[in-house]
């Protein structure tokens, strides 16, 4: 017993001290809606913690808790009417292009119905279960404070009522694949405890446990299996009844619970295991005592969570709540550690999404409350799902890319049926929507499901994670998809009498119009579907310039290089239009909304690198133009994706202003909308909630303090640092950088002051080498400053550090960051 109050003490003295502003969420009350409750994950098992003192809302998700099954939404003739609508649309007649791909070239039923899946066979991403603690005692507290420690992984809730100090710690075990949820009090206590779901599930109730299993629909069939049980222990009496667990006179209360379904990660199938057998599983494998486990977990967490840190010596003082801080932040005032904590939030999130052998991250991660989530929650290949990864590599996470990946892998065997079914082509395909079940085929509409690039955009992750790691054996076993992607392209394309280039067709440039150069009884009229949208070109120049580079790694299909290299050269180029902005499209169209959350023409900016500032001068020039066309506002993640732009343009402070549109505080109530910002508890506003602008933004903090991308994967330090006073020093630890090196840096005033680079695979170092700087190796100048910053490069052996600062005397050579 002297232990356990041991126990309780230290976590409340950790409590009651300042909380560090770079890793901790912090609010004053209880949550009353889900953007401001508190997240926690493991990759598999989820929980938004509410903490109310009348009845505290714990809402449970599992990644894999998804309704409907596999489906075959091809239309096995639409191959038939594909030369007729490539006519119609090289002869420009695309509203008939686009009519005809109505009618035969969208999916075969009801594809993903119209975002509202729930009870189709596309199917959407859903709640477990909600947890419910009624603390049987609606009287007022005090000193109520409610803590996410994202370098702990726990959420915590502290309140005193009527002189009883009430402790909760909530965390998601990393070792033991299980939610855990301790309460501890200085006083006695009572509590009822049930699980409840509004929807296709029962629950039983025991002494010990309680247990709620269902299952989910294929639209008019069974579908997925699963269950949860929460197992309570206490010090005090407990009894079941038919609606809760209730304890009385209880000082400590301890809930450990599981949570399964019979998904079958490996194949996206459904398994034949008893669900039931499975929860039961992980609690029987569990430890019994709550501090023996969080220990276990944190050791497993901060192994990846403190690879990379960033701290300042710019003092904060704040003892703003989060969102108070978000609203001061968003008006221009000084908070020099809510960047740091944005960036750690987003590392945070992935961490506790995305986990080896298991589903990637959806649009809201792995967390929902809602039985029919926002776009059935699904994968988004149009962007939504690769942002959710640009932070993986740069922040030292890489091993949490294998489930994308893996992902992408398994879509080719569907990839190839919609291939063959739509375009008669061999090779794989997928385009805007997919889920657990592999979905390729187009969407239900042309308006928007047309767009064929999905598939080609997740293959840039295979080859990203290939530049970041040099991993041959990983290429080998990738390179497939490449191929067979690429192969796809190689039927697909065709000749442009107009222009004389290779292009896509039918297509279009993600959910955005353009106005036809005429009108009709002076009616704008708009349209989607065309030839050659400048993206599918950026991603198919890319897709071969990938392809090719593996191909020539692993020493294979040699005979294919000079084609491939032929269809980049020749495919529809990037074009800039009498605006001096870039081309959305083949041909000189306005759009039809010029501030569009899409700006899906800069691909070739970002995440690709067509475009670059050193290189492309003139397509630079025109991306910038276009991005002001455009605006700074947007949704949640369009702004994230701008701040990456701003970013590559080496425009710090335009970056910084990014930065504060989208930590605009969004209230929670708001759940529709354009409106972009951040919820009180940093999820990122849509709204609604989707994870993507968490991700995607602080991918974007990333890009701003370091750089590697282009032919030689050039290492720029410090690209995109604003010249705000909030960002003058700082030091980043252990972030990646491509062709396999590890770096940390620190800046003051403004500049670089030292960097370290750490040689993983002793591949070819090539650097921004900023004046006045040299090149150390040991004690030894490897390059000489000069008085001009300039492009350098040298070998590297595995496992060398190498130093970068200005040059000193040999008894100063023992370099610390």
């Known amino acids: 017993m002297k232990a356990k109050l041991l126990f309780m003490l230290f976590w409340l003295s950790l409590f009651i001290q300042a909380q560090p502003q770079d890793v901790s969420l912090l609010f004053n009350t209880p949550a009353k809606h889900f953007t401001e409750s508190l997240p926690i994950g493991n990759g598999r098992l989820g929980a938004m913690i509410f903490g109310q003192t009348d009845t505290n809302r714990i809402v449970l998700n599992e990644i894999s808790m998804w309704s409907g099954g596999h489906q075959d939404a091809d239309a096995p003739q639409a191959h038939k009417?594909?030369?007729?609508?490539?006519?119609?649309?090289?002869?420009?007649?695309?509203?008939?292009?686009?009519?005809?791909?109505?009618?035969?070239?969208?999916?075969?039923?009801?594809?993903?119905?119209?975002?509202?899946?729930?009870?189709?066979?596309?199917?959407?991403?859903?709640?477990?279960?909600?947890?419910?603690?009624?603390?049987?005692?609606s009287s007022s507290v005090e000193q109520y404070k409610r803590i996410l420690r994202v370098d702990e992984a726990t959420a915590i809730t502290s309140f005193k009522r009527k002189e009883n100090l009430i402790q909760q710690i909530a965390f998601a075990d990393f070792k033991n694949d299980i939610l855990w949820v301790k309460i501890t009090a200085t006083a006695p206590i009572s509590l009822n405890v049930s699980l409840s779901r509004k929807e296709n599930a029962s629950v039983q109730y025991t002494e010990q446990q309680i247990l709620l299993s269902g299952i989910l629909p294929d639209a008019d069939k069974a579908g997925l299996h699963f269950a949860t049980i929460v197992e309570v222990q206490t010090d005090g009496q407990k009894k079941a009844t038919n609606t809760a667990i209730e304890i009385e006179k209880a000082k400590e209360i301890c809930l450990r619970i599981s949570g399964a379904t019979n998904y079958n990660f490996a194949n996206g199938g459904l398994s034949n295991i008893s669900v039931l057998e499975k929860v039961n599983e992980y609690l029987k494998k569990a430890p019994t005592d709550f501090a023996t486990a969080l220990l276990q977990s944190q050791n497993i967490y901060k192994l990846l969570f403190n690879r990379n840190k960033w701290t300042t010596k710019v003092p904060s003082t704040s003892t703003l709540t989060t969102f108070q801080r978000l609203e001061a932040f968003y008006q221009g005032k000084s908070d020099p550690l809510l960047p740091i904590l944005y960036y750690n939030f987003g590392r945070y999130l992935l961490i506790s999404s995305s986990r080896e052998g298991l589903l990637p991250a959806n649009l809201q991660g792995i967390w929902a409350e809602e039985y029919q989530t926002p776009w059935n929650g699904d994968y988004h290949l149009n962007i939504n799902l690769q942002m959710n990864y640009w932070l993986a590599e740069p922040s030292n996470l890489t091993e949490l890319t294998e489930p994308l990946l893996r992902f992408t892998k398994n879509l080719m065997p569907n990839g190839r049926k919609t291939a063959q079914a739509y375009y008669g082509a061999q090779g794989w395909v997928a385009h805007v929507i997919s889920n657990p079940w592999f979905y390729t085929s187009p969407g239900e509409s042309a308006v928007w499901g047309s767009t064929l690039t999905g598939g080609a955009w997740l293959c840039q992750h295979i080859w990203q994670h290939y530049l970041f790691t040099h991993d041959q054996d990983f290429l080998k076993?990738?390179?497939p998809v490449l191929k067979e992607a690429a192969t796809f392209f190689e039927d697909l394309l065709i000749k442009d009498p107009k222009t004389g280039y290779w292009v896509t067709a039918p297509s279009n440039s993600p959910e955005n119009a353009y106005l036809f150069p005429f009108s009709k009884k002076g009616k704008k009229i708009e349209g989607y579907t065309c030839i050659a949208p400048t993206m599918d070109m950026q991603i198919v120049r890319e897709l071969f310039s990938n392809t090719s580079k593996a191909a020539a790694i692993l020493k294979v299909d040699t005979n294919k290089l000079a084609q491939w290299q032929n269809i980049i050269q020749n495919t529809a180029p990037n074009r800039i239009g009498k605006k001096g902005d870039l081309n959305e499209w083949l041909d000189d169209w306005k759009d039809a909304d010029p501030h569009h959350r899409h700006v899906s023409h800069l691909y070739g900016l970002h995440p690709y690198d067509e475009i670059t500032l050193f290189d492309t001068p003139a397509l630079t020039k025109a991306a910038k133009k276009t991005l002001k066309m455009r605006g700074d506002k947007g949704t949640g993640w369009s702004r994230a994706w701008k701040l990456n732009f701003w970013a590559r343009l080496h425009d710090g402070n335009?970056?910084?202003?990014?930065?504060?549109?989208?930590?605009?505080p969004v209230n929670s109530e708001v759940t529709g909308g354009e409106t972009g910002g951040t919820y009180p508890n940093l999820f990122c506003a849509h709204p609604p909630f989707q994870i993507d602008g968490n991700l995607g933004g602080a991918a974007g903090i990333g890009e701003m303090l370091l750089q590697s991308q282009g032919q030689k994967s050039v290492i720029h330090f410090l690209p995109a640092l604003p010249s705000h006073p909030d960002w003058q020093s700082g030091t980043m630890e252990g972030m990646r950088a491509r062709n396999g090196f590890e770096v940390s840096f620190s800046w003051e005033k403004h500049k670089l002051k030292q960097a370290t680079i750490t040689s993983l695979v002793g591949a070819e170092c090539h650097l921004w080498l900023p004046a006045g700087m040299a090149i150390y190796q040991e004690d030894k100048i490897l390059i000489a400053p000069s008085k001009k910053a300039q492009i350098v490069h040298f070998t590297t052996e595995k496992a060398k550090i190498y130093k970068l600062q200005k040059p000193i005397q040999n008894s100063e050579l023992n370099l610390k960051i």
């Open 654 to 664: 335009h970056a910084l202003k990014l930065l504060r549109q989208l930590l605009r």
């Open 477 to 479: 076993t990738y390179y």
């Open 81 to 137: 009417y594909l030369k007729e609508i490539q006519n119609k649309l090289l002869e420009r007649k695309n509203l008939e292009a686009q009519d005809l791909l109505q009618k035969h070239f969208v999916a075969q039923g009801k594809g993903s119905c119209h975002g509202q899946g729930a009870n189709c066979h596309y199917g959407c991403y859903q709640i477990l279960a909600d947890l419910l603690l009624d603390w049987k005692d």
